[in-house]
């Protein structure tokens, strides 16, 4: 039974799904999950802190060394709050969508949208105008806060929506501007506290099979999740700097970069940009020593750590996609740092399964953390015997609430058990192997991609008749988006059509979702009943062994 809302904006409770779907939740007798019934998670992670004595702390820190103090966060969220209600007229439980890179303002904004009692929707900068478009649309978003210089998108985006309604931007000059209007606005704020039970924010996944599905988390989810996973497993210290790569628009960097340091007092360095060679180089310059990121970052650093100093480092997380064994030891001999593999889902918010220290089995993925129960199923929810490969289920103190999805939210959730999308093997001592996902989704550098939503697009080309999308293995990657194409003129296939496509799907959605290779084919390998054979297209993509379609003409891969 929920705790009533504080909120007069009822939108985001009113299309929760029915009770009668959700998941079991419950933290498994955790005291430190017992939270008042009216509280604010962003009074909690900030003024709070503020209130214990870490006001001059570092709280977050940027790439070129400027430093903000937990007090000058808190000045900044407050000042960005104050224009949320008065400026802006945000009531509470109004949505507000953010759209930086990690950075600052992009920490102080999210404070903001919870303080004021708004529901944060953060976006990755990467999202095209479309992608953008049903963000809006789905969460019925009416504000958004947008650095200047990721504008172009949110703008056309507009365009496509009637739920937009005001957009204020910063990093930019003019008085218009939000920091002109922070200057205004007073160092203080009078917080709205809700329940509880009140959404604190809508997470969007990464479409896995089809549009993007919204998740919805609660206030006591966010601390429920600092008070699992790091607490048990991670066990940081106020001295600790974070940093990593994943954006704050994924929980995982949600959670990793921002609310976990925050509830233990230490600090947060946020990068807007990461490629290897920089994270290496913000470990050595900032003396970070804990860090998150993704299994291929992990793999590309290993052969480039020699040249930088981590002697800082204490402890690496690693989530997103499965961490093979050779990279963990690859790693570990390059670093001396035996890192943290951890599931999670954007559905249960971050993660539940994990090993840490002398727990950590290389290959496995872990156990439930403290809060969590994990089991592996059989089609019929049954568990099955250790060894057998199966669904993994899972439940704690977070759970899977889909937004307005009633059908999708079956399918997640059977049984009062969170059915993750993938196959497990659990042995005696109740350590989870990774199998394979259950699903069609295409996991990239750590990224979530959908292949019918690459397919969608690439059908709006006027060359292409028809397409299937799957996702296949690389040594980099892990995985790689592969489309087989059917164009309507057969003889035009090759490498410039090759290039003219991806470039195509590079201007429509997020450029790591585009097909880094492309076989052309004569016909698309069918059922009777007209259903793409994506077996079959894996065959095919596994050697020229395997038996091929009809006509098969082409294949090609770039970078």
């Not at 439980?93 to 708004?118: E, I, T």
Request: with cysteine.
């Amino acid at each position: 039974m929920l705790d009533p809302s504080a909120y007069p904006d009822s939108f985001a409770r009113d299309h929760l799904p029915p009770p009668a779907l959700w998941p079991v939740m419950d933290g498994a007798g955790l005291p430190e999950l017992a939270y008042p019934k009216r509280m604010n998670a962003a009074v909690e992670l900030l003024d709070r802190m503020v209130e214990a004595g870490f006001g001059d702390r570092p709280c977050i820190r940027a790439a070129d060394g400027e430093i903000w103090s937990y007090a000058a966060l808190l000045d900044k969220a407050n000042r960005i709050a104050g224009i949320l209600v008065a400026e802006m007229g945000l009531r509470p439980g109004n949505r507000v969508l953010l759209r930086a890179a990690n950075a600052p303002m992009l920490a102080a904004a999210w404070f903001a949208v919870l303080k004021a009692g708004g529901i944060a929707v953060a976006t990755m900068p990467l999202l095209r105008a479309r992608e953008l478009a049903y963000v809006i649309d789905k969460a019925k978003v009416a504000f958004a806060l947008c650095d200047a210089g990721l504008s172009a998108e949110l703008e056309a985006a507009r365009g496509k929506s009637e739920a937009l309604r005001r957009i204020l931007y910063f990093n930019g000059a003019g008085a218009e501007g939000l920091e002109a209007r922070m200057a205004r606005q007073s160092p203080s704020f009078d917080n709205v506290i809700p329940s509880r039970d009140d959404v604190a924010l809508i997470a969007f996944t990464s479409g896995t099979t089809g549009p993007a599905k919204a998740t919805v988390h609660f206030h006591c989810d966010v601390l429920a999740i600092c008070d699992c996973f790091p607490r048990s497993t991670l066990r940081p210290s106020a001295a600790d700097i974070f940093c990593g790569s994943p954006p704050l628009a994924f929980t995982f960097g949600l959670g990793g970069l921002l609310l976990f340091p925050m509830r233990f007092g230490a600090s947060t360095l946020l990068l807007e940009k990461t490629t290897p060679e920089i994270l290496l180089q913000a470990i050595e310059d900032h003396r970070a020593t804990t860090v998150f990121t993704a299994p291929t970052m992990y793999r590309a650093m290993t052969e480039l750590a020699p040249r930088f100093d981590l002697e800082s480092l204490r402890a690496c997380v690693s989530a997103g996609e499965h961490l093979p064994a050779p990279v963990f030891e690859g790693w570990r001999k390059a670093s001396g740092i035996a890192t943290i593999d951890g599931l999670g889902s954007t559905e249960m918010l971050h993660i539940f399964v994990a090993a840490a220290g002398a727990e950590i089995r290389p290959g496995a993925t872990g156990k439930a953390i403290p809060g969590y129960s994990a089991i592996v199923v059989d089609g019929e929810m049954r568990p099955v015997p250790p060894g057998t490969i199966g669904h993994l289920a899972v439940r704690g103190p977070t759970g899977c609430r889909y937004l307005d999805d009633a059908e999708r939210q079956k399918r997640y959730v059977r049984d009062g058990w969170n059915l993750t999308g993938d196959a497990y093997k659990m042995d005696e001592d109740g350590y989870l192997w990774y199998q394979a996902r259950t699903d069609d989704m295409i996991i990239s550098a750590g990224y979530n991609i959908s292949g019918p939503e690459i397919e969608a697009v690439l059908l709006e080309h006027p060359k292409v008749r028809e397409c299937a999308v799957i996702g296949v293995p690389d040594p980099q990657r892990g995985q790689i988006v592969k489309a087989f194409i059917v164009l309507h003129d057969p003889t035009e296939a090759g490498v410039a059509t090759t290039r003219e496509l991806q470039d195509f799907v590079k201007r429509q959605v997020a450029p790591y979702k585009y097909p880094r290779a492309i076989a052309y084919l004569g016909a698309l390998p069918r059922t009777e009943t007209g259903k793409v054979q994506r077996f079959r297209l894996r065959e095919i993509a596994e050697g020229p062994a395997a038996p091929e379609p009809a006509a098969a003409l082409q294949a090609a891969r770039t970078g």
